[in-house]
């Protein structure tokens, strides 16, 4: 990187990841800056919750390099950057079948490797990141009776607890009503506003419109465009290749582009 300029939030650089026998990402490289709010879109099996799965290390990488805030996630020891990193999955597992409250759920969110121990002032942070999504009068409540949008919001209350500077999120207005896309717009402006970096698996912008930056957009497993959101057209299954950025490559390494004019 040249002197003077700013260490990204996130950069990936030629990452290749195979599942089972299956190649399935194939030199993606990409830079997310900081305070960005970056959505991650392409056709279904384009391979985004692939990416952002081996970002946080649930998938494994084949070969290249992730980094985020300047550390590389490969070196030693330097996995617990991961904890500046709030990942939001697609769907909620919390709980394995056993009946689990909001605020547990939340302040499982605090352990993790290094951290095996509850402490007492986690019951105040969970609480704190409960009341950010609304849900502070839930938090006795049991996992199961909450509606798909409040489930996607205890998820992130979940990663907001840790206080990250960077947030990852798998498709969060799947399945959830239309007050429920309103009031996460909500919440991830406000993290915007915070200077949270955000990296939002999205199939349309919809209600995280007006807050996105750019968009990056993935096909077969290759990044194929770095530019402004455009939501695919009813019927059109596949991203716009009219908008392929000049930077943006299987194996090159797209700098942001500067949309925000
Ligand atoms: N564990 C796995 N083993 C083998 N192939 C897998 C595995 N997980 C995903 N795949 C394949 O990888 C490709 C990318 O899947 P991925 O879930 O990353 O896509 P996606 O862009 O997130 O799709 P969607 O929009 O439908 O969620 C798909 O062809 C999928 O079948």
Do not use: W
């Not at 290390?57 to 330097?78: C, H, K, L, M, Q």
């Not at 009341?131 to 409040?150: I, M, P, W």
């Not at 949270?196 to 698996?201: D, E, Q």
Request: charged share 20%.
């Amino acid at each position: 990187m040249p002197a003077g300029e700013v260490t990204p939030a996130l950069e990936v650089d030629d990452l290749h990841v195979t599942l089972g026998s299956t190649a399935i990402l194939h030199g993606v490289s990409l830079c997310v800056d900081h305070g960005d709010t970056v959505a991650l879109m392409g056709a279904n099996g384009s391979g985004k919750s692939t990416l952002v799965k081996a970002l946080v290390g649930i998938n494994p990488i084949e070969s290249g390099r992730v980094s985020f805030f300047g550390t590389d996630t490969s070196a030693r020891g330097a996995r617990r950057v991961l904890r500046r990193i709030g990942y939001v999955p697609q769907r909620i597992h919390a709980g394995g079948g056993v009946p689990s409250t909001a605020i547990e759920v939340v302040r499982a969110g605090l352990l993790g490797p290094g951290r095996l121990f509850a402490r007492t002032s986690d019951t105040a942070k969970a609480r704190r990141a409960l009341a950010r999504v609304g849900l502070e009068k839930r938090e006795n409540d049991t996992v199961h009776t909450f509606s798909g949008g409040q489930a996607q919001r205890l998820l992130i209350a979940r990663a907001l607890v840790r206080e990250p500077e960077m947030l990852i999120l798998d498709e969060p207005l799947a399945g959830i009503d239309s007050s429920s896309k309103d009031s996460l717009a909500h919440t991830i402006a406000q993290m915007k506003a915070e200077g949270v970096t955000s990296l939002i698996v999205l199939h349309e912008t919809g209600a995280l419109d007006d807050l996105l930056d750019y968009a990056i957009t993935l096909d077969g497993g290759r990044v194929v465009s770095v530019g402004p959101p455009h939501p695919p057209e009813p019927g059109h299954d596949h991203p716009d290749h009219d908008h392929v950025h000049p930077h943006a490559s299987a194996t090159a390494h797209p700098r942001t582009p500067d949309l925000k004019d």
